[in-house]
């Protein structure tokens, strides 16, 4: 069993900062991606921030600037630092991994239950 266990969201002014963190854990032989994503009601999910292994990352373009995202590869672990946060940054944010379990020869992708982000003005 694997699970993706997300930390870190709540409630805070705009322009504030959050720090989301994620940790995988069970049966793991490789991960290939880990990240973030986001809904807000009535939308889709969207990419936010995604690192794959040889550290190659992708941003959504608003988020830019703003948003890092830091990998732990040791401890399979992702976090994302938000600051100068908005009020379109409220949404569920989802821990992403595309991994492989032991005993697996393929990548699967996995989430995680979802943490809250609220932005107030």
């Known amino acids: 069993q694997v699970q993706l266990v997300e930390s870190g969201g709540g409630l805070v002014q705009a322009g504030g900062s959050l720090r989301l963190s994620c940790a995988a854990s069970g049966s793991i032989f490789s991960i290939n991606v880990m990240g973030w994503y986001r809904q807000a009601p009535g939308n889709q999910r969207e990419l936010v921030a995604i690192?794959?292994?040889?550290?190659?990352?992708n941003y959504a373009d608003s988020v830019k600037g703003r948003f890092t995202i830091s990998r732990d590869n040791a401890k399979n672990t992702v976090s994302l630092q938000m600051n100068s946060l908005k009020l379109e940054d409220t949404a569920v944010y989802y821990c992403y991994a595309v991994l492989r379990r032991s005993g697996s020869y393929s990548y699967t992708d996995y989430w995680g239950q979802g943490t809250q982000v609220t932005i107030s003005s």
């Open positions: 690192e794959r292994s040889g550290a190659s990352t």
